[in-house]
């Protein structure tokens, strides 16, 4: 008994100890009483030094935290009990929150670096006018692969993934959206298909792929790639750009028959209690030098033209990562299908997958 | 019985090696300055520097440890009591629906119970952040703790508690002197896997958290998108050495001069 | 029992926890269980449940909850047993659960580089003239390391069960010319059921609602009823599916523990199984 008193007394020191740490730490790095922003955004997915530029120019205190998948981000914003200034949905997210009065409208007139943004990028058809979100980076759907360990197929075309020297070398990501996108795209159908008899064909396609599936993953794909574990992945550009960097034997190639394009929005949550923070920080995030050096940082894609005109010409110039209007037409941007046919897509993924083993 | 020893050393150490393995691969990749996980380029210390640069990332873990500890202590002793509680029911069937009840927890997946968590918060208008994140600890927890009790309680002989109260004992003395010291060792077995569970956590505490209180483990699986940074092998570097000289430390210390101690004593 | 009241107080907090924690998410999911997408009163979610794809779920569900729970119990076993046989047993026995506090999807991403085609293994293998092996994204490496996450959870209760072995009892089944193999499987392993038990079940249950690995290790050619539920509420947004599954993960659950329950309780099991 003696012990276990002990232990406890022991337990309940260390964390008053490890309270009154943390407590010091808040007060040192000086930002205890300022007006916060606090940022929802997705891990990893900014320069953590433009946080300490923004916090020094505007005088508002960042609080940042990161989330991992839009609907996760979607159902915290929804229950309330925590008010975020700023959040990151990807477009067909954006949609949603529309529909369900989550988002607040966006005052053009506090946002004059709306102008360094790429006119191709505003008034899409999920936000018409720009009126709840603001770009933030955008890119593909691809297949990135690895020539040393093909005997020089290319990509051009997605039917060359059913190839039977493959086997067993194709990863795929953990999206309904995508694969069955894929299915749909290698038969020339739009990836918003909600025809059935179209689904049904996409997956009978894809079930004849499956014996060139080496697994169905999600950001572990990265990982694997660089370690040349598989020979081809259907992933996102941004993804791929990663890979490339760390991996120059690998290439990234979009198919023609088309393939998705997406956007990742900044979005003022209706829950924002700072929204006058909400405008500046967005505002703050378009400035040339800044995208400029977010871009750098994180690698995607960026929408900032002024901010493409202070980057690495190697970089902005490859048609891989910025693939020229033209070839943008190729691509389809998803459409909000709505929870019923999300939930049929859903379905016939699910039934892939286990026919896998 | 020389022959069985040497397999027995042989057999644990097999098993020793396995369970460390994966953990000093970690480790071994904090020191590349190549800045991934994939190839070995050469060492560095750099990733340590960076780790003691980051207060944002110190704050997190010292939260993490604080939840941790706290949450595993109270569902410890709540789980303790909830056990005495099942194991002197007279009635069988309904100590078996506790029963039941009681691994609901452990078998509903992280994101049901997170939601349904989230969901009850709001409800109850309680402020995300340390508070929702403690108690939701605290509260999956609590099974584990009741598992791990529950076999070492049912093992007790109730004549000896008979006994104990026929010599005149308090309700209170035989709790403390008869049946505590008796479940000890199932206590901090108990205790240890509730810390498991908590430092392991990442869905529930997601769900839960906000107003900038976050966890370690929520933090590692945002970054999983962009790719985890060897900062975080560092980090993990450094909480493995600690925790291991603790635990050596804490051991020894609380071995001299004592006769055997520690989580199975039985006396 | 006289004092029979003074112990409900100090368990109140335990109830109301199950109250708050237990009761009222359940209550929870099995509301919107009986709702469809748009929030009206269903049955579809049950009947949906019955088709092929969630039955041949739920059948692979349990076949690899049962693989990964045999595989930790035969590891665990032996462990526990030579654990309580070394000299600082205490201490052996923190070093096996110090593992565990490490973060769980860092260690996986470690599994993914040690199980990998350049990886130590291969490596290992090559240098017996072994060519490389696929050991990611395979029905072994996925319970191995399922194994591995659980393990403690299952050496603990053995070796708080066999710690307390009376090892006179051993000696005198040695001397009335019992066998090794009789020893065990009439004396030990008897008086240690309880420990397993709690092991299994500690094991098992978990086990059912595995997610994460199933993708990162399994590459999704393993699915469990986790999974599953996790993309309903993720994913498709679907609760009111999820929740169904979530209901017979439960109602599972409860059958698993009347099978592994006690039948008898507390003074009787030393006499159990003569």
Same mark, same amino acid.
């Given at each position: ?17 490890? %309270? %009154? ?29 433009? #946080? ?66 790429? !006119? ?16 933030? %980076? ?8 690895? !020539? ?12 060359? *993934?059913?190839?039977?020297? *493959?086997?067993?070398?194709? #990863? ?11 299915? #749909? ?26 014996? /060139? ?13 660089? /370690? ?120 016939? %993924? ?8 | ?30 020191? $590349? ?15 340590y520097a960076a780790v003691f640069s980051d207060t944002r990332l110190i704050m997190i873990l010292i939260n993490t440890v ?24 007279? $009635? ?9 009840? $009681? $691994? ?164 | ?108 991403? @470690? ?49 708080? @069960? ?35 038990? @709690? ?46 599954? @979530? ?28």
């Amino acid at each position: 008994m003696k012990e276990i008193t002990r232990s406890v007394i022991a337990i309940i020191l260390v964390c008053i100890a490890l %309270f %009154f740490v943390n407590d010091y730490l808040n007060k040192s790095s000086g930002n205890a009483s300022n007006d916060a922003v606090t940022i929802y955004n997705w891990g990893e997915y900014i320069d953590p030094e433009l #946080l300490t530029q923004f916090e020094e120019e505007s005088g508002y205190r960042v609080v940042y935290e990161t989330f991992d998948s839009n609907e996760a981000m979607m159902t915290k914003i929804e229950q309330g009990g925590t008010s975020y200034d700023i959040a990151v949905p990807s477009e067909y997210a954006i949609e949603t929150m529309k529909e369900n009065d989550l988002l607040l409208p966006i005052d053009h007139s506090k946002i004059p670096n709306l102008t360094n943004v790429d !006119p191709y990028f505003l008034d899409l058809s999920f936000d018409p006018k720009n009126k709840y979100s603001v770009p933030y %980076f955008w890119g593909t759907v691809g297949i990135v692969y690895n !020539p040393a360990l093909l005997d020089g197929q290319t990509f051009e075309s997605w039917e060359a *993934l059913w190839d039977l020297s *493959l086997k067993g070398q194709i #990863l795929l990501v953990d999206g309904s959206r995508e694969v069955i996108g894929m299915g #749909l795209n290698s038969l020339g159908y739009s990836l918003n298909s909600t025809d059935e008899n179209e689904l049904q064909e996409a997956l009978d396609k894809l079930n004849k792929l499956t014996p /060139n599936v080496k697994a169905i993953i999600g950001d572990e794909v990265t990982q694997l790639m660089v /370690n040349e574990e598989a020979a081809v992945a259907l992933t996102w550009s941004g993804q791929a750009a990663d890979m490339m960097w760390e991996n120059e034997e690998l290439d990234f190639s979009i198919p023609q028959e088309g393939s998705n394009l997406w956007f990742d929005n900044m979005v003022i949550p209706k829950t924002a209690a700072n929204v006058e923070g909400a405008h500046a920080f967005i505002n703050f995030m378009l400035g040339a030098e800044v995208a400029a050096q977010n871009a750098d940082y994180v690698g995607y894609s960026t929408p900032n033209v002024a901010a493409i005109d202070l980057m690495d010409e190697e970089v902005t110039s490859d048609e891989r990562f910025y693939p020229s209007e033209e070839l943008r037409d190729n691509l389809e941007v998803y459409n909000n299908l709505g929870l019923e046919m999300l939930g049929v897509y859903n379905e016939l %993924f699910l039934e892939f997958k286990m026919g896998m083993n | 019985m020389e022959k069985t020893s040497k397999f027995a050393k042989i057999y644990l150490a097999l098993v020793f090696i396995i369970l460390y393995a994966p953990i000093l691969y970690l480790i071994l990749y904090s020191f $590349n300055s190549g800045g991934t996980m994939n190839s070995f380029d050469t060492f560095t210390w750099e990733h340590y520097a960076a780790v003691f640069s980051d207060t944002r990332l110190i704050m997190i873990l010292i939260n993490t440890v604080i939840v941790a500890l706290l949450s595993a202590l109270i569902a410890t002793i709540v789980g303790v009591f909830g056990a005495l509680g099942i194991v002197f029911m007279r $009635n069988k069937s309904l100590r078996n629906s506790i029963l039941s009840l $009681n $691994n609901v927890l452990i078998v509903s997946p992280d994101v049901v119970i997170g939601a349904s968590f989230l969901i009850l918060f709001t409800m109850i208008g309680v402020k995300l952040g340390f508070a929702s994140v403690l108690i939701s600890h605290i509260a999956f927890s609590i099974p584990i703790v009741v598992l791990m009790v529950l076999p070492k309680l049912q093992e007790m002989n109730s004549s000896l508690i008979d006994a104990a109260a026929d010599l005149g004992a308090t309700r209170k003395d035989i709790l403390t002197r008869v049946i505590i010291p008796f479940i000890k060792p199932g206590i901090f077995v108990g205790f240890f896997m509730a810390l498991t569970y908590s430092l392991d956590d990442f869905a529930v505490t997601f769900f839960v958290t906000g107003n900038g209180f976050t966890t370690l483990s929520v933090e590692i699986y945002s970054m999983a998108r962009a790719g985890i940074t060897l900062t975080i092998n560092a980090l993990t570097g450094i909480i493995f050495v600690v925790t291991l000289l603790l635990v050596i430390g804490y051991y020894f210390v609380s071995q001299r001069g004592k006769k055997p101690v520690g989580l199975g004593v039985r006396k | 029992m006289q004092n029979k009241n003074s112990k409900s107080i100090y368990s109140v907090p335990y109830f109301v926890w199950i109250l708050l924690f237990v009761i009222a998410p359940i209550a929870l999911i099995a509301y919107y269980s009986f709702l469809d997408l748009s929030g009206n009163f269903t049955l579809d979610n049950y009947k949906n449940f019955f088709t092929s794809v969630y039955l041949k779920l739920t059948l692979s569900s349990f076949w690899y909850a049962f693989l990964i729970t045999l595989f930790s119990l035969i590891v665990a076993y032996p462990t526990a047993y030579f654990l309580t046989k070394t000299k600082h047993k205490q201490l052996w026995l923190l070093l096996i659960i110090i593992p565990s506090w490490i973060n769980l999807l860092l260690k996986t991403y @470690a599994f993914i580089g040690i199980f990998g085609l350049s990886g130590p293994i291969n490596a290992f293998l090559q240098v017996f003239g072994i060519s490389e092996q696929q050991i990611l994204f395979t029905d072994f490496s996925f319970i191995f390391v399922s194994v591995y996450i659980f393990i403690p959870f299952m050496i603990l209760p053995i070796f708080n @069960a066999l710690d307390k072995l009376n090892p006179s009892l051993i000696d005198a089944s040695k001397d009335l010319g019992a066998s090794n193999w009789t020893t065990f499987s009439k004396v030990i392993f008897p008086l240690t059921i309880n420990g397993v038990k @709690a092991g299994v079940q500690a094991v098992f249950i978990p086990s059912l609602s595995l997610f994460m690995i199933t993708r990162l290790i399994a590459g999704n050619k393993v699915i469990t009823l986790g999974t599953a539920i996790e993309q309903q509420f993720l994913v498709t947004q679907n609760w009111g599916m999820g929740s169904t599954i @979530a209901v017979f993960l439960i109602i599972f659950m409860v059958i698993i523990m009347i099978i592994t329950g006690q039948r008898e309780k507390g003074a009787t099991s030393y006499g159990k199984n003569k």
